[in-house]
């Protein structure tokens, strides 16, 4: 219990000394509206408020990682983490997963060398709040791990070791850690690997949660909207009779002296693209982090980074990357040059280290143009409850409890002068602490179809023992909540629309004002252009996402530094975005300067220079991107997908990337085109403009007036639409190159649009069948139950306009599979067809469901989203409310009609690809 001095009063002498009666927190550190409360059994909780947020952010965070894995037993304290879902001794089993969705948005755990962390994001309610307290209280103290659930849980870890190691950056940071500190310390994954994991005792894993599973071992970070007192008052009944622990004490890390590592190169082939990495590395000094942590903005910043101005803007490579890793044993920065076949490998490589190494220093102002950066970033991070949770736990982490070492490391930041930053940059990145590695793409050799071992052999699952049937739940805690859902929804609504303006200018353009505070204190406003149609915009798709990549780049007045330079002078960002036949242009900046900003963008926009050099680059990428062999498993069945269900011609804006067409297509294009398409095409009057925040809306209207109102063209617009087209059922099993995985993908066309009367129920079915990663019906076959997956996806996708729609599904197994994946889909979906759902299925879908729009209506951001979507439809918000409805009354009958109505396996596309598949023409 917490303990501090009261002074005596009349209600404590009547409540008396009983064990409901609870101290109050000790605050024991208070920095920018932050504090720090401690327990006397050592729990520490971090409070960073933001009643302006709609969501609360919750990290447990428990100070041991993979470092702490005992001898031989790699991978320990991350399977830990796995087993941590699984039940207690007063939640039983599945039951601990179940109140997890239904009182959180998202939950989710991580592993990393020196701590585990399980983070959960909730709706600003104290009884979810204390829900989640309440659950995480019970994994610290009352986890029981069951030996029934390690072999799964094993396979699926090994499912996740599989997509890691398929990632060649990962592979390559693996085998420079290896080099560094061999197969120990920060050179064993902490994701673990099989022999390891397979020896690993019951008592081995009881025994690491009873030592590092501690009250003095962990701090609880919230932050977003929530009432303190009340916060600190379940924290103290739920975590107080938790009692601290002896803690044995933390591996220590060797120290890193990169001159002795051996070997110095290493190359990894694997993926599609080509790639020169130079890390550098050497162990712990505190006192250079902050100018280290520079390096990648002053280095690849567009346009003013100076290995982007020496590798990218001279055609020597097609990208750069740069990113630093600076924690409590080590410094790393890590530089990076992406390049394709055309380039040439020992101009990349001679280039990267002369642009580095013997870079000319910078100046005072690229420091003040990064300075002003990682403030805007800062900023946006403080309003961010998910962000600003994220960094203090990190910082939990890496600076042993001081948290506000956050802010520090901010002051320092703008307290750097540029002399110091140049001294830091040359001492550090210098060959010494140089590692290379080489990212080549998979040899030809690899690319061939293999026998599978396996084949012919009857899946097996896991658990041999029979489906045990779901335990009975209350249903009437769920249909309450979406009662309450649907009410508060109404009043969120009802509040909503009346401050909504619309309008038009005279030549058609459609505006909606939303003045509203958004949580990060910005305004933001989205352009939606449409032009042209099918035929007149035939063989253009590359044009058009030239003329959107170009358009905000200069102007006749302003260089594309200016532009950069007053996006970070108001904290904010224009992009341009080419969608089907036309653009989306989104504008954002802080609220006092977005008037200005927005003007500004205005003017670059109905000014387009279109360099002829920005051009030029620009191509060059694009052909250098497309000059690669498109062979991962991903890549591969979704363009087998694309092939199978194509209806339309080369040219026609709605035909799939294919990737020989399009680079024909791209050396093909010229500037003068883009020039042309955008003097023809580009203009307002099917153009639809939302803008939401904190503005004066009689003044936006006159800039709309003055800026748009004329802006008209004589080419005649069409919507571009896609009809509705059945296809047969068919299964490809695609060649992909040699990968730890592959990659299933499936399709179902469907003849329903977005507000037809059934669209509601086949939400709730999406839902059911693939929403959850742990607890929905393909993630009990695919993960829980037969373990071949690590991640999946499915989505239903509804057009607006037009009766057709679209369910997918997509996952990533481990190669060899493939059958077992598509089995498994069809098993759930035909179960799904034949029985139905459950009604406990159907209720707790709906009560997420509705939890999750609550929660959107109370960020004036998604307000945004969904204002300028209506703008495109002609619609309001009350079809918002009429969806509401329409989800609270489904019954089980209408979920089931609709499933045997649309869910037809007889017009399943499937397509998987991996080593073991076929070639494709």
């Not at 042309?676 to 939401?692: G, R």
Request: hydrophobic content about 35%; proline content about 3%; aromatic content about 8%.
């Amino acid at each position: 219990m917490l303990t501090r001095l009261k002074q005596l009063t009349l209600s404590i002498c009547i409540v008396g000394f009983s064990a409901t009666s609870w101290a109050q927190a000790v605050l024991v550190k208070s920095e920018h509206q932050i504090e720090e409360y401690k327990l006397d059994n050592g729990l520490r909780v971090v409070l960073a408020p933001n009643d302006k947020e709609n969501k609360v952010f919750m990290n447990t965070v428990y100070l041991t990682g993979s470092l702490n894995d005992p001898k031989g037993k790699g991978g320990l304290a991350h399977l830990l983490e796995h087993l941590a879902f699984k039940g207690t001794e007063n939640i039983k089993e599945e039951e601990f997963q179940r109140r997890l969705n239904q009182y959180t948005l998202m939950t989710n755990a991580s592993t990393d060398y020196y701590s585990t962390k399980y983070s959960n994001i909730i709706r600003p309610d104290q009884q979810a709040i204390d829900q989640i307290l309440e659950l995480e209280a019970e994994r610290m103290d009352k986890l029981v791990l069951q030996e029934k659930y390690v072999p799964a849980e094993i396979a699926i870890v090994m499912r996740e070791r599989e997509i890691r190691m398929d990632q060649p950056f990962s592979v390559l940071l693996d085998q420079m850690w290896k080099a560094a500190y061999g197969n120990q310390s920060l050179g064993r994954l902490p994701i673990g690997d099989l022999n390891e994991l397979q020896s690993i005792k019951m008592a081995e894993l009881n025994k690491f949660y009873r030592q590092w599973y501690a009250p003095n071992n962990a701090t609880i970070v919230i932050s977003g909207k929530f009432d303190r007192d009340a916060v600190l008052k379940t924290i103290d009944q739920k975590f107080s009779p938790i009692a601290s622990r002896t803690l044995p004490a933390q591996a220590k890390v060797p120290a890193l002296d990169p001159t002795k590592i051996q070997p110095r190169e290493f190359l990894v082939q694997k993926g599609s693209d080509l790639a020169k990495f130079n890390v550098y590395m050497n162990g712990k000094n505190d006192q250079i982090k902050t100018a280290l942590s520079l390096a990648p903005f002053l280095y690849t910043l567009q346009p003013s980074g100076h290995l982007y101005s020496s590798m990218v803007e001279t055609g020597t490579s097609t990208m750069v990357q740069s990113s630093t890793w600076l924690d409590r044993d080590f410094n790393v920065v890590f530089m990076g040059a992406i390049y394709a076949p055309n380039h040439d490998e020992k101009k990349v490589a001679a280039g990267l280290i002369s642009g580095v190494e013997h870079n000319k220093e910078f100046n005072d102002v690229e420091l003040k143009r990064v300075k002003t950066l990682i403030q805007n970033q800062s900023d946006n991070i403080r309003n961010n409850a998910v962000a600003m949770g994220g960094r203090l736990s990190d910082y939990v982490v890496s600076s042993q409890g001081a948290w506000d070492q956050y802010f520090k490391d901010l002051e320092q930041v703008q307290a750097l002068k540029v002399k110091d930053v140049n001294q830091v940059l040359k001492q550090f990145l210098v060959p010494e602490h140089r590692i290379s590695g080489n990212v080549k793409p998979t040899p030809e050799d690899q690319k061939k179809a293999l026998e599978q071992q396996q084949q012919g052999q009857v899946t097996k699952t896991l658990d041999q023992n029979q489906e045990k049937p779901e335990p009975f739940k209350d249903i009437k805690v769920y249909q309450q909540e979406v009662a309450d859902r649907v009410k508060a929804s109404h009043q969120q609504l009802e509040q909503i629309e009346p401050k909504i303006q619309h309008g038009q200018l005279k030549n058609g353009m459609q505006y909606a004002f939303y003045p509203s505070a958004t949580p990060d204190d910005k305004t933001y406003a989205t352009i939606q252009v449409g032009f042209g149609k099918d035929t007149s915009l035939m063989n253009q798709a590359e044009i058009i996402e030239l003329t959107a990549y170009l358009l905000l780049r200069a102007s006749d007045r302003y260089s594309l530094q200016d532009i950069a330079d007053k996006s970070l002078e108001a904290g904010g960002i224009a992009v341009a975005q080419a969608v089907d036949n036309g653009m989306v242009i989104q504008i954002n900046a802080k609220k006092e300067k977005f008037d200005e900003f927005f003007d500004y963008i205005v003017q670059v926009m109905k000014n387009p220079k279109f360099e002829q050099s920005q051009f030029d680059l620009i191509k060059q990428q694009s052909l250098s991107l497309l000059d690669r062999p498109y062979t991962e498993p991903e890549t591969v069945a979704a363009l087998t997908m694309a092939r199978l269900l194509e209806r339309y011609q080369p040219g026609d804006l709605r035909y799939h990337f294919e990737p020989e067409f399009a680079k024909k297509q791209m050396q093909a294009a010229s500037n003068d085109q883009v020039k042309s398409l955008y003097k023809n095409f580009f203009t307002m009057e099917h153009a639809q403009i939302a803008v939401t925040g904190q503005f004066d809306t009689a003044k936006m209207q006159k800039t709309l007036q003055k800026s748009f109102a004329n802006w008209r063209s004589k080419q005649e617009y069409q919507r571009i639409s896609a009809p509705f087209v059945p296809y047969s059922a068919q299964k490809v099993h695609a060649l992909a190159e040699q990968r730890e995985f592959g990659n299933y993908q499936a399709l179902l066309t469907l003849p329903v649009k977005y507000d037809d009367p059934d669209a509601a129920a086949l939400y709730v079915f999406s839902y059911i069948l693939g929403n959850s990663q742990l607890s929905s019906r393909l993630a009990m076959e695919l993960r829980e139950k037969n373990a071949l997956v690590y991640g999946f996806g499915s989505d239903l996708d509804l057009d607006q306009f037009e009766k057709s729609g679209a369910l997918s599904i997509q996952a990533n197994y481990s190669a060899g599979k493939s059958a077992q994946v598509s089995t498994s889909v069809h098993k759930v979906l035909k179960q799904l067809i034949d029985q139905g759902i459950t009604t406990q299925e159907l209720e707790a879908a709906k009560a997420d469901m509705m939890k999750k729009r609550v929660t959107a209506l109370e960020d004036a951001r998604s307000i945004h989203g969904m204002i300028s979507a209506q703008l495109k439809t002609n619609t309001q918000m009350k079809m918002r409310q009429q969806r509401d409805q329409e989800i609270a009354q489904l019954t089980k009958a209408d979920v089931d009609a609709v499933i045997k109505k649309y869910i037809q396996l007889d017009r399943l596309v499937e397509t998987m690809a991996d080593q073991y598949g076929q070639a494709q023409k």
